[in-house]
């Protein structure tokens, strides 16, 4: 391979680079990526002999090739996110720096070789999830003894030791420093196990200690002991009552197993139910207290009134009077005593049917009397309120809008147009360095840059500011990369359109009717009416 195609081959692969990186920077920072022009000599738009420039207007970055061979990646890097970066800051103000630290930290990503965890560990979740051995009950858990003899369980940490180290003692290092006899004691004294739990337990004695001795000074000085205040947990005792009332629901549900009151049997000669007389083919149920056979509807002792168990109804007991026949050797009664008895009970008839004509006279008295009482209809008018639905116009202005304008850029491009907005008068830049830039506003702040304005027209605007004002503005419409700008030829003082918009709206509204009503009962009438009957005067 020649050195020639070599070094072609090197700078094909950097200019890629470069528009990968610049594309990066771009989406990192939501901006539409610029195009990227690798140039040999001069730069065909116009430039200063630089590694590279972008030009702003047209959206395009310029790049030397003869700058490029010699730049490293961090360097290709490092301009890529530069000259994209101008799209925000055009000049080289401290905000531009901070957009380009801003990308630096968005764009970067981690060399080869290095490994970016994104959690715990396999090693580490496994050590946790395994449990605590159990304790060794052949040797003793002391780890400078591990004899093998007759072991003791510690009520503290439930290990096992032999009887030299069973006594349970807290866990400390020795002071060597200190040469009192209670110190040498602890330091000689090689009997017992350290034990973490018998901590806890000391410091609960203290505890009780320091109270009794406390109460027991409040009793010399005279002082009465203060009450103990007793914290419920109130979420316990939800969950307490919850259960309890759970235990009480599986109690009624899960009650004993029913003991049925039939047997079931397979006919083998045609029977029939002895409560509906109904031929039993298949199966019958025999009533385990009065033997009899049953169909599926009357197997139980319910449906079939057992006669064992429950006693006969007046009902039944006349009906059994009825269906029973007299026997034969019974003499049969003369035929006029069978009239004297059907002569006593006419009389009885006689009287019911009296009673009834009598209670019928007394309401049909009474409907009469309360009819003459009742009152005339009388008619009444009344107000209700009604709602009732109107619509109603309304004059509204509507909103200003440069949609149609930013979307047909290529239609309006090199048109005289007149378009109504706000005039704004911003500062683009630092204050130190900044400039007054002149902008048509709509009500959705999308901006129209003005050029070429008079020194009347600059006197419309505020500064700093936007009018209040609606102004109508006519001049040339240029596109430019990422806006609009307008050559500006007149300035009117203007106004927004107008529209009709129909609203529903719902009112109350009286309405005065003519109703039929009745006054209530007057009694007093009826009164004197029935005493006019009755008392004479």
Known sequence: MDS???????????????KEFVKLAAHSRGLEPPKVEFWDTTCPYGGDDEQAHIHV????ICVRKARLVNMSLDE???????????LIEANHSPDFHKEVDTTRLKTWRPPGGIYVSTGPSKISKEKESKKESPPNKEKCNYHLCRKKTVLKKCPFCGGYFCDEHHRAKP???????????????NREDKGGHPCPSYVEYVQKEEEKATKRWLAALDRLAGKKPKKEVVEIDLNKLYEEK??????KEKKKIFKKPRIKDYEKKSVSVTEKCYQCGKELRRYTYQCKYCKHH???EHREVINHRCETLYAPTKKEKKKSKKGKKKPADEPVKDVDEVFKGAKKKKPKIKLFIIIVVIIVILLLAFFILVKSALPKII????TKTILVNKTVVEITTKDISFEEYFNNKEK??????????????KLEGSEKAGVYVNYLVDDFRRKITLKNLDSNQKSLFIKKGTTKEVYKVTGVFKRRYGGIELEVREINLSRKETQEVKKQITEKQNITESVQRRHPLNFSIIINKISKLFIKK
Do not use: W
């Not at 090197?10 to 680079?17: M, R, S």
């Not at 919850?242 to 235990?247: G, I, V, Y």
């Not at 005289?416 to 005039?423: Q, R």
């Open 76 to 86: 290709i890097r490092e301009v890529a996110i530069h000259e994209t970066m101008h």
């Open 171 to 185: 866990p400390r290092l020795p002071d060597f420093d200190d040469n009192s006899p209670l110190a040498r004691l």
């Open 4 to 18: 020639r195609t070599f070094k072609n081959n090197i700078l094909k692969l950097k200019e890629e680079q470069f």
């Open 379 to 382: 008619i009444v008018n009344e």
């Open 242 to 247: 919850e259960e309890l009332e759970d235990k």
């Open 57 to 60: 207007d047209l959206g395009i």
């Open 412 to 425: 309006y491009d090199g048109r005289i147009i007149s378009i109504i907005g706000y005039l704004q008068n």
């Open 294 to 296: 049953f169909c599926g």
